[in-house]
């Protein structure tokens, strides 16, 4: 099923250590939180809040989405790395 949602090399290693998948996944989150994406987000955001920059609403609806996103992602990431229960 996974190959055909997703493609030849989507099947998964299963000689892979799990740790080196918590690594990767920490990484990741590591990754996510020093890319400032979340910050520079919830930065323009407020400035289209306070009317700082011109904008259409459909702009702040995709900031809004993208927002939620990028928490949604942190958290999983989060509950994948055992460090929040779901």
């Given at each position: 099923?996974?190959?055909?949602?997703?493609?030849?090399?989507?099947?998964?290693?299963?000689?892979?250590?799990?740790r080196?998948?918590?690594?990767?996944?920490?990484?990741?989150?590591?990754?996510?939180?020093?890319?400032?994406?979340?910050?520079?987000?919830?930065?323009?955001?407020?400035?289209?809040?306070?009317?700082?920059?011109?904008?259409?609403?459909?702009?702040?609806?995709d900031?809004?989405?993208?927002?939620?996103?990028?928490?949604?992602?942190?958290?999983?990431?989060?509950?994948?790395?055992?460090?929040?229960?779901?």
């Open positions: 099923i996974r190959e055909c949602l997703f493609g030849d090399g989507a099947s998964i290693d299963v000689s892979k250590p799990v080196d998948d918590h690594a990767a996944l920490a990484k990741v989150l590591g990754l996510l939180g020093k890319s400032g994406v979340f910050n520079a987000l919830s930065r323009l955001l407020l400035a289209l809040e306070e009317g700082r920059v011109n904008y259409e609403l459909e702009l702040e609806r900031l809004r989405k993208a927002l939620q996103d990028v928490a949604t992602i942190r958290a999983e990431l989060l509950v994948a790395l055992r460090l929040r229960k779901v």
